[in-house]
Structures are given as C-alpha cells and as structure tokens.
C-alpha cells in the first residue's frame, strides 16, 4: 500500500512563504515523476510543478519564480517552497507520483489546504 503523507499547509498572509513537504513509502527508489497539483474551489485540478528522477523540474507560468520544487530520493521526499503568495494560490495542494516511466500507475496525497489571505 503506497501513502503520501503531506505536511506544511496553512494560513499565510499575501506575500508571505509556506513549504509544502510529501514523504512517498514506497519500496523504489528514484522515483521517476514527483509533483504538485492543486484545485481551488470550482476549477479543474492543475498542475504546479513536478520534478523529474533526473531533477529537472517543469511549473506552471503562474508560479515560476515564486515556487521552487526539489526533491530527496534517499528519503522520496519531494518538497514545494511557496515565496511571495498571492490569494489566487489558495487552494488544496495535493502531491502526486509517477514511480516508473512508461506507466500510467500514480499516486495521489490527501491533499492539504493552503490559504493565502490578509
């Protein structure tokens, strides 16, 4: 049974910094696909960023150059600093796993609430 244990949400004023953090038990290692997605209410899911086993990583244009997206393999960690936060990034943040390329196979977290507001 994979989990994803999320951690990090909360309430942060406009401008303010949270980091998200998503601990994978899974039996590999070197994951090939780490990423997060959020969903705000009356939207479709989106993508925010994700992080390849090689460690480039891809972001959506709303976020590039206030999220940074890395990643622990020894421990399948993947983690999302969130800088300078607007209210538009509320939302429920959800991590999300890809283990092998060439799969379709994913995981999803539970999701954790991130609410940006003054």
């Known amino acids: 049974q994979v989990q994803l244990v999320e951690s990090g949400g909360g309430l942060v004023q406009p401008g303010g910094s949270l980091r998200l953090s998503c601990a994978a038990s899974?039996?590999?290692?070197?994951?090939?696909?780490m990423g997060w997605y959020r969903q705000s209410p009356g939207k479709e899911r989106e993508l925010v960023a994700r992080?390849?086993?090689?460690?480039?990583?891809t972001y959506a244009d709303s976020v590039t150059g206030r999220f940074t997206i890395s990643r622990d393999n020894a421990k399948n960690t993947v983690l999302l600093q969130m800088n300078s936060l607007k209210p538009e990034d509320t939302a429920v943040y959800y991590c999300?796993?890809?283990?092998?390329?060439?799969?379709?196979?994913?995981?999803w977290g539970q999701g954790t609430q991130v609410t940006v507001s003054s």
């Open positions: 999300n796993i890809r283990p092998r390329p060439g799969s379709t196979i994913e995981y």
């Open positions: 992080i390849f086993s090689s460690g480039s990583a």
């Open positions: 899974l039996g590999i290692f070197n994951i090939f696909i």
